[in-house]
């Protein structure tokens, strides 16, 4: 089971801090936080393998940084610089296996919304 918390509203070039709890045996897996904005797709935002490797979307890069606690209890999505665009509904989400490699995501959080105001 996944649990977000934190998202809410801030102006550009604020910060915010998702949190997601990671509980039973998903902590071991894969995990990633993914984005959708009305009328758009999903798109992933962040993956965190097992063995600690990390991917960022080009989109984020350099203002976006995926990381977990010492425990993997929890995920955290540490967002820096926000722009307008960045406003969306974040979700956590868990692979079925532990390095990532593309999904299928097999869990995930409620969502979380973020709103970016210029």
């Known amino acids: 089971q996944l649990v977000e918390i934190g998202g809410g509203s801030v102006q550009a070039g604020g910060s915010l801090i998702l949190s997601c709890g990671v509980s039973?045996?998903?902590?071991?897996?894969?995990l990633a936080w993914f984005r959708q904005a009305p009328g758009k797709e999903r798109e992933e935002v962040a993956t965190?393998?097992?063995?600690?490797?990390?991917t960022v979307a080009a989109s984020v890069k350099g203002r976006f940084t995926i990381s977990q606690d010492s425990g993997k209890n929890t995920l955290f999505l540490q967002m820096n610089n926000l722009k307008p665009e960045d406003t969306a509904v974040y979700y956590c989400?868990?692979?079925?296996?532990?390095?990532?490699?593309?999904?299928?995501?097999?869990?995930w959080g409620q969502g979380a919304q973020v709103t970016v105001s210029s």
């Open positions: 989400a868990a692979d079925s296996e532990r390095q990532c490699h593309g999904g299928p995501y097999i869990v």
């Open positions: 965190i393998s097992n063995d600690g490797q990390t």
């Open positions: 039973g045996y998903f902590y071991a897996n894969c």
